[in-house]
């Protein structure tokens, strides 16, 4: 791969059309701009990340949670434009300079398809099909041409948030625009983490397009020129667009050590345990230079959120080099691994300790399991629903059921994947506070005010 084919413009649903902007914006910028201003941004402010929607104690959501990212992930293809050109101070790549915006557009979208509920809203739609009412669809006879195809029946058992991101931002929903959002080539390439289809997602239910979705990303890979970096099965496996381990690392970066913060004023994590898994970060000489800049400070939330700024700047310098010493590697596709797993061992070990106690005391606390199990149940009840409705839309009740879903989502399609798909469309758009005020409402547990 090479960086000036991996740079583009070009704007999905736009090909053919080139007009000078009467603007200084990049073109990247504008991604930026268009994304956090558009509605899926916006209801990003009610969705869970971890922890319940804040009470008196504000935690992260989805929204702060990746302006988080975009600003670490900026920092990060900053840092590397610069580095990249201070090593080839000859070279005339200015493109380049673009790596900062770029990165910053991808992080900001990346978290947009993640269905309300946190995490678990991911695997209760993954497992409503598998295992729950919804596997009866792979064997329910339907009219010729209308059942569904292996790729397509993965493509929901499977569902990922990833996946579901970059169809958010391609799309063409009904009354809209060709290209979803018309956002630049590597913008969208780089928010594709896992670059292969459903089929090939593994137990972990990772994978980076629906089969909608495929041939725009096929289209994106051949223009960018990210080649196959092998086939299972017949199917391809395309290697990462480079930029996609910065934003992955700023995403890395943040949800470990902003988990690690919220779980301490929640407190869940004492204030001793907080700040030994951050310090852990540092030399013991860099603790005591630490201790003699914070000391002064007697609001302890004040002193954990200095010690996590300089965990992220040193977790933020040392994925730099990492990519940078390894850029012959990235752009060739056979980097393995994250740029974490790169990192130099003192940083590699402080990071695993902070993932122990996320998954021993953080992702297993009351708080989490509790938003875990509401999930599932309300998640369960409106796809019973609404899969019924999709399937038989005589029914009196699921005539009335439709007619309340924006006609956007196309749940009378024809084909029985896209009505699937519209649901999932649907369902994902949902903030927390929304599906739960539509299963109260399902449920006659509350009744609109007149």
Not at 197 to 224: H, M, N, Q, T, W
Not at 300 to 329: H, K, P, T, W
């Amino acid at each position: 791969m090479e960086w000036k084919q991996l740079i583009s413009a070009r704007r999905l649903g736009k090909e053919d059309a080139s007009r000078p902007l009467p603007e200084r914006r990049t073109e990247f910028q504008r991604d930026y701009d268009r994304l956090i201003f558009s509605a899926p941004f916006r209801r990003m402010q009610n969705k869970t990340q971890v922890f319940p929607l804040p009470g008196s104690i504000f935690v992260h959501n989805r929204l702060t949670h990746s302006l988080e990212v975009s600003s670490v992930g900026r920092s990060l293809g900053t840092d590397v434009a610069a580095e990249l050109l201070r090593r080839r101070p000859d070279s005339a790549e200015s493109h380049l300079r673009a790596i900062g915006a770029i990165v910053s557009a991808a992080c900001l979208a990346h978290d947009m398809g993640n269905p309300p509920f946190g995490h678990s809203g991911e695997r209760a739609i993954r497992s409503y099909f598998a295992e729950g009412k919804g596997s009866a669809l792979r064997t329910r006879h339907m009219p010729e041409g209308d059942g569904l195809t292996q790729a397509e029946w993965d493509d929901i058992i499977h569902f990922d948030g990833n996946a579901n991101t970059f169809r958010l931002l391609t799309h063409r929903f009904e009354g809209r625009r060709p290209g979803g959002f018309v956002m630049t080539y590597s913008t969208l390439a780089a928010v594709v983490k896992y670059p292969h289809c459903s089929s090939l997602a593994g137990p972990k239910s990772k994978f980076g397009f629906f089969e909608a979705e495929r041939p725009d990303y096929e289209k994106i890979a051949a223009v960018l020129g990210i080649p196959e970096t092998e086939r299972r099965g017949g199917l391809p496996v395309y290697a990462r667009h480079p930029l996609v381990y910065l934003v992955e690392a700023a995403d890395d970066i943040c949800y470990e050590i902003m988990d690690i913060e919220d779980a301490h004023k929640l407190r869940i994590l004492s204030d001793r345990d907080t700040k030994d898994l951050l310090l852990a970060f540092f030399s013991p000489e860099e603790q005591k230079r630490l201790h003699s800049a914070y000391h002064y400070e007697t609001d302890m939330n004040d002193q954990i959120g200095y010690l996590r700024s300089c965990v992220i700047n040193a977790l933020e310098s040392a994925c730099v080099a990492v990519f940078c010493d390894a850029e012959d590697d990235i752009l060739a596709g056979r980097f393995e691994g994250s740029l974490i797993d790169h990192l130099p061992q003192r940083l590699l070990s402080a990071y695993r300790a902070c993932e122990e106690m996320a998954r021993g005391r953080i992702y297993c606390c009351k708080e989490v399991t509790d938003i875990d199990l509401a999930g599932y149940h309300i998640i369960y009840t409106l796809l019973d629903l609404m899969t019924d409705a999709v399937l038989s839309p005589e029914k009196a009740y699921s005539s009335l059921l439709l007619g309340q879903v924006s006609p956007q989502y196309r749940l009378r399609a024809p084909r029985l994947y896209d009505r699937i798909m519209g649901v999932l469309d649907y369902l994902s758009g949902m903030t927390d506070v929304y599906a739960l005020d539509l299963y109260r409402k399902i449920n006659g547990h509350s009744l609109p005010m007149v």
